[in-house]
């Protein structure tokens, strides 16, 4: 038998191979649906106690902008909306009337603040 690279690294590492097949196999965690992106992170928004000027959906390119007045606004709310992503993701989860702990709650995004603006691309 061939073993792959991971295998012969984790191997190397003293880490039973087996049992980390056995964990990955039983893992009963679903993933959040792509189309729940866009309001968890409405949700996420509206935990921020920082209120933005302007907010623009660009729901074909996956994009929300939103604007401030001044540029520490700006950094304040990304500061607060990073703290609040898993928050907002157990908030809406919930509101779906489902369990969070049985979802992966990990969201792919790229954020972005510049000047008065902060991006989020999900």
């Not at 001044?70 to 919930?94: D, P």
């Not at 009337?97 to 603040?113: F, H, I, M, S």
Request: negative net charge.
């Amino acid at each position: 038998m061939n073993k792959s690279q991971v295998e012969q690294t984790l191997e190397d590492l003293n880490v039973d191979v087996d049992n980390v097949k056995e964990m990955y196999a039983n893992n009963s965690q679903k993933i959040i649906p792509k189309d729940w992106y866009h309001p968890i992170l409405n949700t996420c928004i509206e935990l921020c106690g920082v209120r933005p000027e302007h907010v623009n959906h660009n729901k074909h390119d996956r994009v929300i902008t939103v604007t401030f007045d001044l540029e520490e606004t700006a950094q304040r709310f990304e500061e607060e909306f990073h703290s609040n992503v898993l928050k907002g993701v157990n908030e809406f989860i919930r509101s779906k009337g489902e369990n969070p702990k049985t979802y992966n709650r990990g969201l792919v995004l790229e954020t972005a603040q510049e000047g008065i603006s902060f991006t989020i691309n999900y």
